[in-house]
């Protein structure tokens, strides 16, 4: 069976970076994979119902990241919608690509640590949006996005997810690990970024956006666009107050913004209106649903015990941790780093490597920053991917080689400091 699982999962993944090749959407792949890989299960199995209760959990924790991403998507769409981030476009006074690069990646890496990195690339990839009209001008700004969002938020217990888990888990604390983290993750984007900015060079010409959505006046807009960035912003506050899944925080925000833009449609007539029922309409479910195939997929691997064996064959054949650390950040830019990390963490307990131990601080950087190596190997990664239809051969040619470079000059610098 587990042989049988490996190869679909391969196959799957084989034709979910052939999308182009193939001329089938990389979202109906994920879901396919995930679809056969839970039947071939349950079918070699003799008790479904453990499976079936395994699915259900597996279901339980995805849709977490599946709303989140829902009402992040939404709340952008709609301050986009009321032309709010040309706030923030109009404040950018450079016509230089090089100079433009840097102020993207330093402000993804900062913004990063604050929301976390997968709202943080839908932000700034819907703010690139405005700034360059061509897409294939956008395509290095991107991919520099997804390194940046990811190394700004492995530095700090709410930027990503696995440092999130370890942080609840009681295996790193907030101010150790944002004092240990920070200059690895900082060289992990800074490298990426003097390599990246050499292929880039020239003037951009601004998008007028002088027409858009006329009927808008000023203060709506600043309205939206500070409630919306609030919402935002708000989501890892909620999160230490409540103790919510941060998905809840997510939609408390977009509930907020919703009554806040019928508040300001209330005397519009039904064309003038733009509500998050028309935001709803323009996000990309597609990417959504690639989301919820593909984490199905890992799911299977993390059910059948595979990763956790995974994690096992590393700790015996290797031995060194650090060794094992910097190989699980590699792995997780083709398997999703949340069951890697939690392999790792049923593998070593608490009483062997104590809390703010060197070995859960690599695990903290490298678990977040790796990912950056594939375009289908983080969050933001694959957020970015939806929206801005990346190939996944694209990004190997051109983004992967700088991103394993910043990854393990960052993990070398982690190294050295210790």
């Known amino acids: 069976m587990n042989t049988l699982i490996l190869v679909v999962f391969s196959i799957g993944y084989g034709l979910i970076a052939l999308e182009n090749k193939v001329k089938i ?17 349950i079918l070699a199995m003799s008790g479904p119902e453990e499976v079936v209760i395994q699915l259900v959990e597996h279901v339980g924790s995805i849709s977490q990241i599946i709303f989140f991403l829902i ?52 932000v700034m990839v819907t703010l690139m949006r405005k700034l360059l009209n061509k897409p294939n001008e956008r395509l290095l700004f991107v991919g520099m996005i997804v390194i940046a969002a990811n190394s700004g938020g492995a530095w700090t217990p709410i930027g990503d997810v696995t440092t999130t888990m370890l942080w609840i888990g009681g295996q790193i604390t907030t101010v ?78 977009l509930s907020v913004l919703w009554i806040v833009t019928e508040f300001l449609n209330k005397d519009k007539v039904h064309e003038q209106k733009i509500t998050v029922t028309h935001a709803l309409r323009k996000i990309d479910i597609p990417s959504v649903l690639f989301f919820l195939g593909i984490l199905l997929a890992v799911a299977v691997l993390d059910s059948t015990g595979l990763l956790s064996n995974l994690a096992t064959i590393l700790n015996n054949s290797v031995g060194n941790l ?49 990912g950056s190596i594939l375009i289908i190997g983080s969050a933001a990664g694959v957020a970015a991917m939806g929206i801005e239809k990346i190939d996944f051969f694209w990004y190997l040619k051109n983004i992967s080689l700088v991103a394993l470079i910043g990854y393990l000059a960052g993990a070398f610098l982690y190294i050295l400091l210790l």
Request: proline share 4%.
């Open 25 to 41: 959407n990389k979202a109906a792949i994920a879901l396919f994979t995930g679809g056969i890989l839970w039947s071939i299960y």
């Open 71 to 122: 009402g992040a998507m939404t709340i952008v769409e709609l301050m986009d919608s009321y032309g709010g981030f040309d706030i923030i476009t109009t404040q950018i006074k450079t016509k230089n690509k090089r100079v433009l690069l840097i102020i993207i990646a330093f402000v993804t890496f900062f913004l990063s640590s604050v929301l976390d990195n997968l709202t943080t690339t839908i």
């Open 176 to 253: 150790n690990i944002m004092q240990k983290i920070f200059l690895p993750s900082l060289l992990s984007m800074i490298i990426p970024l003097l390599l990246i900015s050499r292929m880039i060079k020239g003037n951009f010409e601004r998008i007028d956006n002088t027409n858009h959505q006329s009927n808008i006046l000023g203060f709506e807009k600043r309205i939206v666009f500070i409630t919306g960035l609030s919402a935002l912003i708000f989501v890892p506050i909620f999160k230490s107050i409540t103790h919510l899944p941060p998905f809840m925080g997510m939609l408390f925000g």
């Open 322 to 370: 650090k060794a094992i650390a910097v190989s699980l950040g590699i792995l997780s830019s083709i398997i999703d780093n949340v069951p890697l990390v939690a392999a790792a963490m049923g593998m070593y307990d608490l009483q062997t490597f104590p809390t703010d131990h060197y070995f859960w601080e690599l695990i903290a950087y490298c678990a977040g920053t790796g």
